[in-house]
């Protein structure tokens, strides 16, 4: 085995990625984060002159915000980097660890528990952000200039904190068109302006996500086995059905079975009854996807060729209905 198999082999072992992304795109990440965190602190500098509230200047940024600054600036379509994850990351965590510090006896149990609460909290709230840990254990640990705060640490300076990273992120990435944060607005942008046509007339493979990585020209948070392996269950889920339902039927969701921008769910909301020869119409209501709230009709049988299968919404995702578990 050669010496670049055994670079190659460590490393996968270290998790080190082939990066696509380009050096512009990298200083365009680095020159955000830098503004994010230096207007973030000046526009605390100036609230504290102004409001002569009585902290010292050590107060006025928490560590944890150049976290969120890389994922803000470096993975601004990122799940983790959203506003609600951000917000209430930073939010509802820290409100776990100041409460912790305040309520259970100093130790390293109370860091422990403040920082695995914080976890499983965000985890149901579906506001998951690394740097929310960091809030929780700074609540508990950070020393008496913290957590002599109590909750006003929620307040100043956190949220200000918070609120003036996302306004930054917000303005600093719309000057760049493929950055444009939140993630809706560029995942609209791309759904309006989408010319593919639905054909089932191909096979995705690991080399047409490695081509999209590299057209993306952003830093994708998934790993190439990742996405091999998504790939490959979406293969094998794609093959437990491939016809169309045999009945349409009244309150039914159904999916196209189509991908990306391409995919829609409706629901009928309304039939007619099928003994009436010419008038076999339905009509349904677009819940997911394209056309989102759009209400249209159309005979059963057109309905019945545009359909793949049904599916059921279990915990925010749309699976197919002889699948739910």
């Keep these: 085995m050669s010496w670049e198999s055994h670079l190659?082999?460590?490393?996968?072992?270290?998790?080190?990625?082939?990066?696509?992304?380009?050096?512009?795109e990298k200083l365009i990440s680095a020159l955000g984060?830098?503004?994010?965190?230096?207007?973030?602190?000046?526009?605390?500098?100036?609230?504290?002159?102004?409001?002569?509230?009585?902290?010292?200047?050590?107060?006025?940024?928490?560590?944890s915000m150049g976290a969120s600054a890389v994922l803000l600036f470096a993975v601004p379509h990122g799940a983790l980097s959203q506003p609600w994850p951000v917000i209430g990351g930073h939010m509802i965590s820290a409100f776990i660890g100041v409460s912790c510090q305040q309520w259970l006896p100093e130790g390293f149990m109370t860091a422990g528990l403040a920082v695995g609460l914080a976890v499983g909290v965000m985890y149901y709230l579906r506001c998951i952000h690394p740097p929310g840990g960091a809030s929780a254990l700074t609540a508990v640990i950070a020393g008496n200039e913290i957590t002599g705060m109590g909750y006003q640490f929620l307040l100043y300076p956190l949220l200000l904190n918070v609120v003036v990273m996302l306004l930054i992120a917000l303005s600093f990435n719309f000057l760049f068109p493929w950055r444009r944060y939140p993630a809706h607005i560029n995942t609209r942008h791309h759904s309006e302006n989408s010319s593919l046509v639905p054909t089932s007339d191909y096979v995705l493979t690991t080399e047409d996500f490695n081509a999209a990585i590299h057209e993306h020209d952003s830093f994708v948070d998934i790993t190439e086995e990742g996405l091999t392996e998504l790939l490959e269950k979406a293969k094998q889920h794609a093959q437990l059905s491939i016809s169309h339902p045999q009945t349409i039927e009244r309150g039914c969701f159904y999916s196209n079975g189509n991908i990306g921008s391409l995919w829609e769910v409706r629901q009928v909301i309304d039939d007619a009854e099928p003994s009436q020869q010419g008038q076999d119409l339905i009509i349904y209501k677009t819940v997911a996807g394209q056309n989102l709230h759009q209400t249209a009709y159309c005979d059963r049988e057109s309905f019945r060729q545009w359909a793949r299968f049904v599916v059921v919404e279990t915990q925010g995702l749309w699976v197919k209905a002889d699948q739910q578990s």
Excluded: C, D, K, P
Excluded at 42 to 58: D, H, R
């Design 8 to 24: 190659n082999t460590a490393a996968q072992w270290l998790g080190i990625e082939r990066n696509q992304t380009s050096h512009g």
């Design 33 to 63: 984060a830098a503004v994010g965190i230096a207007v973030t602190v000046l526009f605390s500098m100036w609230l504290l002159n102004q409001t002569q509230i009585g902290l010292t200047g050590s107060l006025l940024i928490i560590s």
